[in-house]
Structures are given as C-alpha cells and as structure tokens.
C-alpha cells in the first residue's frame, strides 16, 4: 500500500509520516491489501486541535476514517483503531452470511437535490452510477462508508434503490417503479 500524506496548516515532519505509514501498515494483517491501492491522509490543524482523516479505497470497499483530537499522534491511533473496527465489522458481516467478498467497485455518493427555501445554497453536487448488487450489500457499504444512506441498483428488479438508516433503528428502502 502506498501512503500520500497531506498537511493543511501544518508542514508534515518525516516523523509524523513515519508514524502515519508505520500504523497503516499494521492493517494489512487484517486483509490482503493490493501495492496499488493509495491511501490518502490529510492531517489538517486548527486552534487547539489537530484532525486526521484517512481514506483506503481498496477494491473491495472505501475504508474511511476521521478524527480530531488535541494530540496529533492521539488522533493517529484513534484513526487506526477506527479502521481496524470498521475491517472486524465486515470480516464478521461477510463470514455471518457467507459472502466470498463485497462487490467489486465504489459507489459515491450522491447528495439529494431536495427543494429548498432562498437562503438554502446546493454547496456540493455529485453523480453517479449505481452498482448493482444485494440489499445487504448495500447496507455493508452504507455502513462502511459510515452514511446515513446508498443509492444502489438492485439485483432482483434491475431498478434504483435507496437504502437509509431510520432514526428508530433499523433500515429503510426506497424502490422505484
């Protein structure tokens, strides 16, 4: 895996990118991760705290973490062990139903052109192109994403799906016709 780190703020000292890639390193333990894959890392400071956040798109699934803390090295392993949290929840999600591996590309994410009052501004816009696959698919990556929902082409009707969290518990589907 190779690293890129960059500093916002801050100019990044070979000891901060040696403790950087020495714990991303550590992760390959957990799964093969391809020499091609990038992991991107922005360590950006502000006034009394530093923040980290760190992005491995690997072809599998996006690991995404992010972190603020006072301490930058805090903030490092903070980060790691949320990687690691979010590579256990899957290995135990895909083993429970016997899944040989996730799909094979990313679906970004889109956000919603809802309506809005004048003094609303769209700030960001995005498209995509949904992938097909399983419902508990779809709910693996909104989970590993950490989102709140996904846009997915389902496998049975070959139509767009929307899948979200409830505030309640649990999951919601959005189908079309």
Same mark, same amino acid.
């Given at each position: 895996?190779?690293?890129?780190? &960059? ?18 390193? #550590? ?16 360590? +950006? ?10 992005? %491995? ?37 895909? @083993? +429970? ?11 970004? @994410? ?14 960001? *816009? ?13 709910? /693996? +990556?909104?989970? /590993?994403?950490? #989102?709140?929902?996904?846009? &997915?082409?389902?496998?049975? *009707? ?7 969290? +409830? #505030?309640?518990?649990? &999951?919601?589907? %959005?189908?079309?016709?």
């Amino acid at each position: 895996m190779k690293v890129q780190i &960059y500093g916002k703020n801050i100019t990044v000292t070979p000891a901060i990118a040696e403790k950087i890639e020495k714990k991303l390193n #550590h992760l390959e333990k957990y799964f093969i991760i391809d020499e091609n894959v990038i992991a991107n890392v922005v360590v +950006r400071v502000y006034p009394n705290k530093q923040k980290i956040e760190v992005t %491995i798109p690997t072809k599998f699934a996006v690991l995404r973490a992010e972190v603020v803390h006072d301490d930058l090295y805090a903030a490092i392993d903070l980060a790691i062990d949320k990687l690691e949290d979010q590579i256990r929840r899957q290995k135990t999600r895909l @083993t +429970r139903k016997n899944k040989e591996k996730l799909a094979y590309a990313f679906l970004e @994410t889109e956000e919603l052109d809802e309506e809005y009052d004048e003094a609303d501004e769209v700030v960001k *816009t995005k498209s995509i192109v949904p992938d097909t696959m399983e419902l508990d698919e779809a709910i /693996m +990556r909104m989970e /590993m994403l950490n #989102h709140n929902f996904f846009i &997915y082409r389902d496998d049975e *009707t070959k139509e767009i799906a929307v899948v979200y969290k +409830r #505030h309640d518990g649990g &999951y919601g589907l %959005i189908e079309t016709e």
